[in-house]
């Protein structure tokens, strides 16, 4: 099993920055790849980057050049960078992970955290 805990959302107004952690724990040694979804009301829940074992990247096309996943292996952490935030940006974020790739249903989720952009 793997658990994962994410931190830092909140309200910001358009324009600003959050920055997102997931703490990943457990049998870490399986999961190859890692990532953040979001999921706005009366919306389908959505990939917003994503990150391989082997350090390769991807974005949506919505957030490319505004956010960043970067990971800290030692404490098994990843972390979404959000900058220039959008109100459409506003959504529930969730930390995944699967020990193969991040597709519509990864094997591991976080309880969510709401991240919400004033206009």
């Known amino acids: 099993q793997v658990q994962l805990v994410e931190s830092g959302g909140g309200l910001v107004q358009a324009g600003g920055s959050l920055r997102l952690s997931c703490a990943a724990s457990g049998r870490m040694f399986s999961i190859r790849a890692m990532g953040w979804y979001r999921q706005a009301p009366g919306k389908q829940r959505e990939l917003v980057a994503g990150i391989t074992s082997g350090g390769s990247t991807n974005y949506a096309d919505s957030v490319k050049g505004r956010f960043t996943l970067s990971r800290d292996n030692a404490k098994n952490t990843i972390y979404l960078q959000m900058n220039s935030l959008k109100p459409e940006d506003t959504a529930v974020y969730y930390c995944?992970?699967?020990?193969?790739?991040?597709?519509?249903?990864?094997?591991?989720w976080g309880q969510g955290t709401q991240v919400t952009v004033s206009s």
């Open positions: 995944a992970a699967d020990p193969r790739f991040l597709g519509s249903a990864p094997d591991y």
